[in-house]
């Protein structure tokens, strides 16, 4: 099976030979390119025709989410996913093309996952996937309470849906001590004891 072609995107190099050096470990993965602005991207993603692109979501002079518009309207078939220290641009990204977000601390195997899970077939109910986000932006954007975060109203909604911790984690990338811990951050920004309470209290604020 040829290896996964993978093009990292990022103005500040330290965090790009981060990257490489993570993803270099893996026998399925190959590291195609690197670029530090917009053109450079759209260049070499024109040149090398990589499976997945890692975009920076802020980068000089245009904008990941810029980049990614334009990448999609040239490679429509690239899936791209951002990389950010934040959420609060994610819904943009996603309305963009964006097929998912990491955060930029990222764990290794966290990221591997999130590459393989990407290129395996993009399951529709994978949340590295726009129509996945995009329900959850547009919670965002109308929730009746608009602190939980992007990452929050997605695992509640999951919560609501009856998932385990690790099957969160497993959806949403993450460990299941950070799905634990953003459970009882959740439960902590709506009142609430259990998943139970969380669930009823989500329901009467239409969060989910």
């Known amino acids: 099976m040829p290896a996964i072609r993978v093009l990292l995107v990022d103005d500040h190099q330290i965090i790009r030979e981060g ?5 270099e470990l893996e026998d399925d993965i190959e590291v195609v390119g690197e670029a530090g602005t917009v053109e450079d991207a759209l260049t070499q993603a024109e040149l090398f025709s990589p499976d997945i692109v890692l975009m920076d979501i802020k980068m000089p002079e245009r904008d990941g989410i810029e ?14 996913i951002m990389l950010t220290l934040y959420e609060e641009y994610i819904a943009e990204a996603i309305e963009a093309g964006a097929v998912g977000y990491l955060l930029k601390d990222v764990k290794r195997d966290e990221l591997v996952r999130a590459i393989r899970a990407v290129q395996r077939g993009r399951a529709p109910l994978s949340p590295l996937s726009r129509e996945f986000f995009t329900e959850f932006a547009t919670l965002v954007r109308g929730a009746e309470r608009s602190y939980l975060s992007e990452r929050e109203l997605a695992i509640l909604q999951l919560v609501a849906n009856g998932a385990t911790t690790r099957e969160i984690g497993d959806q949403l990338f993450l460990s299941e001590a950070t799905v634990k811990r953003d459970v009882q951050r959740i439960f902590d920004k709506l009142g609430v004891r259990n998943r139970s309470e969380a669930v009823a209290e989500a329901y009467k604020r239409k969060l989910v």
Do not use: D, F, Y
């Open 19 to 23: 990257l490489r050096r993570m993803l």
């Open 67 to 80: 980049a990614t518009r334009r990448l999609k309207e040239k490679q429509p078939a690239c899936n791209i």
